[in-house]
């Protein structure tokens, strides 16, 4: 997907390519949603809603789609503030569920520049990194339905 996300941000620009995700269909069928991204991508806001096609038996969200909701964005943060020199995969992911989500769901993305300033210099000196971010999935009322971390991986292109 890296590659393809890449061809589209040359042409579309970064923020576009990722508001254009909206229309990926596993994300409409969700009801997962795009809502906020910043021109210079250090911040995305992406919702959840519930709709009678996206509940679990339980009648609340599906625990998939609580992650999917969260799978791409500092990926795709690191990938594009980095550019083509580096090579940005998703090592691993974890999910801890504190409480069931139901209503519309949100989480916040956010990653300053320092972050991508001090990622670039330890991979540029040939290191691989393996950076760990955390981000709350949190519901209408502001408590929090699931902690997701995610850990990167990063280096310079081998020549």
Aim: some cysteine; aromatic content about 12%; proline content about 4%.
């Amino acid at each position: 997907m890296a590659d393809w996300v890449r061809r589209a941000s040359k042409f579309l620009g970064q923020r576009n390519t990722l508001l254009a995700m909206n229309a990926y269909p596993p994300y409409v069928g969700a009801g997962i949603h795009i809502s906020e991204v910043a021109q210079d991508l250090s911040r995305i806001v992406v919702t959840m809603s519930m709709y009678p096609w996206n509940r679990n038996f339980l009648g609340t969200h599906f625990g998939g789609s609580l992650y999917a909701m969260c799978d791409p964005f500092f990926l795709f943060q690191i990938l594009f503030s980095l550019g083509d020199d580096y090579v940005v995969w998703d090592k691993s992911a974890s999910v801890k569920f504190m409480k069931p989500g139901k209503g519309t769901v949100r989480a916040e993305f956010l990653m300053p520049a320092s972050k991508i300033e001090e990622l670039r210099s330890l991979a540029a000196s040939g290191l691989k990194v393996e950076p760990v971010f955390q981000v709350q999935v949190k519901d209408e009322t502001g408590d929090v339905v699931a902690d997701v971390e995610k850990v990167l991986y990063i280096r310079l292109k081998r020549r």
